[in-house]
């Protein structure tokens, strides 16, 4: 009966949803990643944590959406060091009828040579030769992880199990009127992000995030090199460069911005 319940969500968001694009791009989430007693990740030494570089570039991209595009209403699923569960994240941008939704994260990895950024769209691996989700499943667990922090979590997220062949088949449901457009965005943000300072493109992946399993509007998760790597962790930390990322994923807004309002008028 529950998911018979959420299928009938997704359809009606659905249909929403192609009601409100003859609007064109009118509303956007940006979603700064972790918060409050969620750190996210550490640096190594520990001087470092993901939380507050999302919050800080989540709130520069903002404000440069706002100044370029008054009409376009901006919201935050967190706008200071608070901790958002991820199903609040998604009701959010639910709620606010977004026709986007950006997830800001740093990545980690025990491989303390991993580097780069990478754009994460919802779906199953791309590469049908490899197990399911298996070759990104530490970033996976890792976002995932957060469910965990919550009380009575088991109940909560009972209807989410990313490696059950029954939750992914509505899983694909529930986004796949949004995954071409998700792909785009994804696309137009791993060109942005070329021009640096974070040099090492790890491409675009189909993984099983829940915060964007869980939203009805096109969604990306964007991990914006890695924490755990010394020559990055020192390139984010200069506010020139978090200004830099937040200008290239504003850019990237910018020419999705103006192909969807062009696709649905």
């Known amino acids: 009966m529950r998911r018979i319940l ?30 409050g007693h969620d750190p996210g990740a550490v640096s190594k030494d520990r001087a470092t944590q993901e939380k507050n570089l999302t919050l800080d570039i989540t709130k520069r991209l903002e404000k440069k959406i706002k100044e370029a595009y008054p009409e376009v209403k901006v919201v935050l699923t967190r706008s200071d060091d608070n901790f958002v569960s991820l199903g609040e994240r998604a009701e959010t941008a639910n709620r606010s009828g977004a026709n986007l939704f950006i997830a800001i994260h740093i990545n980690a990895s025990t491989n303390r040579s991993a580097t780069g950024y990478s754009v994460h769209v919802l ?26 922090l919550e009380d009575d ?4 997220y009972a209807d989410f199990n990313s490696l059950d062949a029954s939750s992914f088949i509505l899983l694909q449901f529930m986004q796949s009127s949004n995954l071409q457009q998700s792909l785009d965005f994804a696309q137009i943000v791993t060109e942005q992000l070329e021009a640096g300072p974070i040099e090492c493109n790890r491409g675009i992946w189909q993984d099983p995030f829940y915060v964007l399993w869980k939203t009805s509007m096109p969604a990306v998760l964007v991990e914006l090199g890695f924490i755990s790597n010394a020559t990055e962790v020192n390139i984010l930390r200069q506010e020139e460069n978090r200004e830099k990322l937040a200008d290239e994923l504003f850019l990237s807004f910018k020419i999705y911005k103006e192909k969807y309002d062009v696709s649905v008028n």
Do not use: C, P, W
């Not at 609007?23 to 989430?29: K, N």
């Not at 691996?125 to 965990?148: H, I, P, T, Y």
């Open 6 to 35: 959420l299928i009938f969500i997704a359809l009606f968001s659905i249909i929403t949803s192609a009601y409100a694009d003859v609007r064109g791009l009118t509303t956007v989430v940006l979603d700064a990643g972790h918060g």
């Open 123 to 148: 779906g199953q691996s791309s590469d049908k030769n490899r197990d399911l989700f298996a070759n990104n499943m530490e970033v996976v667990k890792r976002e995932n992880s957060v469910m965990m």
């Open 153 to 156: 979590y088991t109940t909560k």
